[in-house]
């Protein structure tokens, strides 16, 4: 019986079992997406010009595509105007564009839906819990990205006149300063462009210096196997021979193995501290101290600042570089990628060498940045330039936003809180998953777990794919590589306890699955966008660039 | 603070799980004498949302902006209008909020992203394939010439003189380190390009030439002859690009047989943000794919048979191959390739090449209206939408006296080559779909004044 003469009355939904198939393949909120080359052709454009293109005369190849067909592989073939009196001849000599390109275009509403739709298929911070290890996956504030987009920020070339962007060096002074003070270091280079880009930064600036003081004969470095994989990568680019140091059974640099290998041929140590297991190394200044004695050099992996921020200053463990990653600590967005930020922080032994443009002390005790052009004056060591203009600045306003609004003791509440949930997330899981260092003491921004324990052929992966059917983003797995089948799970202080306490309740019940042998996991996820993606088939036959279906037919 | 949503009670409970007294407990394994008692002094403390916006806002002002008067600053940076959606759809949070695709069931917005990127970007440079991105254009030329060296076994990279001073400084920098022979020089005020010079120049040693296109000075020349002298020589041409709308209207470096083309992504979508972040695009030749530095998306399948995309080749990248990677490069410039990738599909081809016709219609209306300016010279015959003058006396000094007046006249190569004479008069001036034929009187009257 109806409620109302349109007939509408209240309904309750009836279970009708699994659902089957959709005509579309959509399944409400879940919408598949084509490729731009599949939904879009070379003769849309979801853009307006206020001119037309006023060249038309001799040397122009033809501008606007006049047949183009569906077809974006054949494109616009170029339709060049005879030459009408008036009209500027192009300055392109012989170069004019003939061929088509390929390029297929959208209107805007079709722009806009389409890369909503591919949005959905992303799992981010803004979603939900992120707990990727060694990543640092905090909130972002939208405060960051206001100022960023700041005219004044946002709308300047780098090369203009320097007295017309003051305040853009002011920004990138300022940040330089909150750097140079949170770590008790001398000198920051805020060109690199990411963390192994500042790695490298880092590691040009040790070589520098040994070749400065007649010791360029130091060719190997000491990296814990433990480390992330770039510190190995970013010491081999940089010329040098790369020796492994042994963790102890408690998942610290083995102190002893390491002093015992230190000579005349060891030019530096890289370090992450807090490390890769998530523990503070205890012995970092016996370290330094001893690295130094032996002529040596310390470099620390600072994408694990967030543990220590505000409680701890690496230079008062006797670090001579180090990157800051400011898209881990300082709150800059992650991108689905990129761009990251990676300034260093130096010791005053290795300052003189940073790449320009740099930024350091003066004597007079404020910040100055220097030029090629100055150089020579101010900053004759440096080791040259890392990249085109001054690095990533819109990074720098969105960190420094962050920092201000953090401010001193913000940053340190920053640094407990996020150590605070680790070890929360350690405690409520270590009778579930075994923690392979859970006695070695409180662990720092990170709770490592591994995968004993878990069902004969059921692995880390596994235990990651069925968090994503729990709504959770999974933690970093299988690193380091020194815990078989890792699971290295940090939460950051953006976490609230109830998140946390959901997601325990979760990797819980996914651990006692994969304990128990739930065959279901294996083909987890059931309800992600797409199920486990074949990677071999990826690299195997790799297919980097869409080509059109008859074409790729024909080239086999 | 707002962005810390513990309570103190939530924060004792936790403590009392742990099975510790205080916070202080946690942080035992840090010596004592390097424990911190407090907030780090002299720094501040903890501001609102509305006092840092004052605090940003205050030094956001203190710069001249781009939009602000006549403009004409490029050399590796252009103003270029991006779309209000571009903007939008970067701050979507599901992708400015996520990290790398390495769960490509929960990443595939991310991932089919790039591979229409790496496809958009490998048709646009002329090459097969295309990474997903690198830090920028100035260090997409390094990898480039480090990409040759494992290629050809070769250690002697010929770069010319029209190729950007900064990235010049890159390549240097890092050869000091590598061991890679670079031989480099300045560029002349003169028409033409070093393309013969460079000819000349390769031999059995020679790894790769790299060469601008469009150049530092806006020039553009042939490539193809000089394609045909590396190859006879087994070297690779590497192409460098930093203005993409160009290849809207010229041809593409990979059509000239360029082996290696890279670019500065930076007009499409990025913006000019003092500098960075920018994107740089990679692209090559098929066959040499598997030395290609970077992340590269690619096709699959996933269980179910439905088309997917993944991360792939990575035995390529540090976190597999350790300290026999072929670069430590660990991260893209994913969220302004995402910018890229929206700016090019709103444009598609047609609109592309409509801008490009814009800004190439109104560089030559400026060039030949500045060249009418007693005291001015037109040093480039050919060029894109940048081109290069010959002012009466030295540039530098006049860019500073017309930013007094609120127009950025170009960039001075005396900025760019500080100390060499030679160039000292020489100002490149970049014009594009943003610069009207008021801001180009605005800068010619100026320029007669001030060369007067």
């Known amino acids: 019986m109806s409620i109302n003469a349109s007939g509408w009355r209240p309904e309750a939904p009836i279970s009708v079992g699994k659902t089957s198939s959709t005509t579309t393949g959509n399944k409400a909120l879940m919408l598949e997406e084509a490729l731009i080359f599949e939904i879009g052709d070379t003769t849309t454009t979801g853009v307006d010009f206020d001119q037309a293109p006023p060249l038309q005369g001799r040397g122009w190849g033809g ?21 009408g009196e008036g009209l500027k001849d192009s300055r392109l000599g012989t170069l004019a564009r003939t061929a088509p390109i390929g390029l297929p275009g959208l209107s805007e509403p079709e722009t806009v839906r ?53 305040g853009a060096l002011g920004v990138i002074n300022e940040l330089a300063n909150w750097l140079i003070t949170l770590t008790g270091m001398y000198g920051v280079a805020m060109t690199p462009k990411a963390g192994a880009h500042g790695e490298l930064c880092g590691m040009l600036c040790i070589k520098a210096a040994l070749e400065a003081r007649g010791e360029g004969h130091r060719k190997v470095v000491l990296v814990p196997e433990s480390a992330h994989g770039t510190n190995p990568a970013t010491a081999a680019f940089a010329g040098y021979t790369v020796e492994d140091i042994p963790a102890t059974a408690e998942g610290r640099v083995d102190t002893a193995a390491l002093l015992a290998r230190l000579g005349p041929d060891v030019a530096a140590v890289m370090i992450t501290n807090p490390n890769t297991c998530g523990l503070f190394e205890r012995d970092m200044k016996v370290i330094s101290d001893a690295v130094h004695a032996a002529g040596g050099f310390v470099y620390c992996d600072g994408a694990n600042f967030n543990a220590i921020v505000g409680r701890v200053r ?122 392979p260092f859970g006695t070695s003491g409180p662990c720092m921004h990170e709770a490592l777990f591994s995968d004993n324990g878990l069902a004969e052929g059921f692995s880390t992966i596994d235990v990651a794919k069925g968090l994503i059917d729990e709504g959770f983003h999974p933690m970093t797995m299988y690193f380091p590589l020194v815990v078989h089948g890792a699971m290295l799970i940090e939460p950051t202080e953006t976490e609230s306890k109830a998140a946390l306490d959901q997601f325990i309740v979760a990797l819980r019940s996914v651990a006692e699955r994969a304990k128990a042998g739930d065959v279901s996991l294996k083909s987890a996820p059931h309800f992600a966008p797409r199920s486990r993606l074949d990677e071999t088939l990826a690299a195997r036959k790799p297919v980097l660039v869409w080509k059109d279906p008859d074409l790729a037919q024909a080239a086999e | 603070m707002r962005y810390l949503p513990l309570t103190q009670p939530d924060r004792d409970a936790m403590l009392g799980v742990i099975g510790v007294a205080t916070i202080d407990d946690l942080f035992v394994d840090v010596p004592e004498a390097a424990r911190l008692d407090g907030p780090i002094h002299g720094l501040p403390m903890h501001a609102s949302e509305m006092a840092v916006e004052r605090h940003m806002s205050a030094l956001a002002r203190k710069n001249l902006t781009a939009g602000q008067g006549p403009f004409f600053l490029g050399c590796g940076a252009y103003k270029h209008h991006v779309p209000a959606s571009v903007d939008h759809l970067i701050q979507r949070g599901e992708f400015l909020t996520a990290y790398t695709p390495y769960q490509p069931e929960i990443a595939q917005g991310t991932l089919q992203m790039l591979f229409e990127f790496q496809t958009q970007v490998a048709r646009l440079l002329g090459t097969d394939v295309a990474n997903a991105s690198m830090y920028d254009g100035s260090t997409a030329c390094w990898e480039a010439i480090g990409m040759a060296r494992r290629i050809t076994k070769r250690g002697k990279a010929i770069l010319s003189s029209g190729l950007h001073p900064h ?29 013969d010079a460079l000819i000349a120049a390769i031999d059995k040693d020679t790894s790769c030439v790299v060469v601008q296109y469009p150049d530092i000075l806006g020039r553009i020349a042939d490539l193809k002859p000089l394609a045909d002298a590396c190859h006879a020589q087994k070297a690779l041409l590497i192409a460098v690009v930093t203005e993409p709308v160009a290849l809207g209207a010229i041809k593409s470096p990979g059509e000239m047989d360029a082996d290696i083309v890279v670019g500065e992504g930076q007009s499409l979508g990025v913006g000019l943000q003092f500098g960075g972040p920018y994107v740089g695009l990679f692209g090559c030749k098929e066959k040499y794919v598997r030395q290609m530095p970077g992340r590269l998306c690619g096709e699959t399948l996933d269980a179910d048979g439905r088309r997917g995309f993944v991360l792939t080749l990575s035995t390529r990248e540090q976190h597999i191959r350790r300290e026999k990677a072929t670069s430590n490069i660990c991260t893209n410039s ?102 009207s034929a008021e801001d180009v009187e605005a800068l010619a009257s100026a320029l007669q004044e001030i060369l007067a």
């Open chain 1, 63 to 83: 501008a606007v595509p006049q047949n183009a067909t569906a077809d974006s592989r054949r494109g616009p073939t170029p339709n060049p105007s005879p030459e």
């Open chain 1, 114 to 166: 389409h890369y909503t739709r591919l949005s959905r298929q992303n799992y981010g911070i803004d979603l939900g819990f992120f707990p990727l290890g060694s990543c640092t996956m905090k909130h972002n504030p939208r405060l960051n990205e206001k100022m960023a987009r700041l005219p004044g920020f946002a709308d300047i070339h780098p090369l203009q006149p320097v007295d017309t962007v003051q």
């Open chain 1, 314 to 435: 690496p230079g008062d463990l006797g670090i001579d570089a180090m990157h800051i990653n400011l898209h881990k600590t300082f709150s800059t967005p992650h991108g689905g990628g990129g761009p990251g930020s990676g300034p260093v922080v130096l010791s005053e032994a290795l300052a003189p060498f940073g790449p320009l443009p740099f930024t350091a002390r003066m004597a007079d005790g404020h910040l100055q940045l220097i030029e090629e052009e100055t150089a020579g004056d101010e900053h004759p060591h440096s080791f040259g330039r890392m990249c085109a203009f001054h690095g990533q600045m819109g990074m720098f306003t969105r960190a420094l936003t962050y920092i201000l609004s953090h401010g001193a003791d913000g940053l340190r509440q920053v640094a407990e809180d996020a150590v605070l949930n680790a070890n929360y997330i350690l405690r409520s899981l270590d009778t579930t998953l075994e923690a």
């Open chain 2, 167 to 195: 990235y010049v400084s890159v390549a240097k920098t890092m050869a000091k380190f590598t061991g890679d022979a670079l031989e480099t020089s300045a560029p002349t005020l003169s028409a033409d390009t070093d393309l």
């Open chain 2, 334 to 435: 994913g969220l302004c390739a995402l910018a890229f990738s929206v700016h090019m599909t709103l444009l598609g081809e047609a609109g592309l090449r409509q801008l490009a016709a814009i800004n190439h219609a109104g560089a030559v209306a400026a060039a030949e209206r500045l060249a009418q300016v007693p005291g001015v010279e037109l040093v480039t015959p050919t060029f894109f939408n940048e081109f290069t003058l010959k002012l009466s006396q030295e540039a530098r000094p006049v860019v500073r006296t017309l930013a007094d007046r609120g127009i950025l006249a170009g960039v001075s190569l005396g900025r760019l080559y500080p100390g060499v004479g030679a160039l000292a008069n020489g100002l490149v001036v970049a014009v594009t779909e943003t610069t």
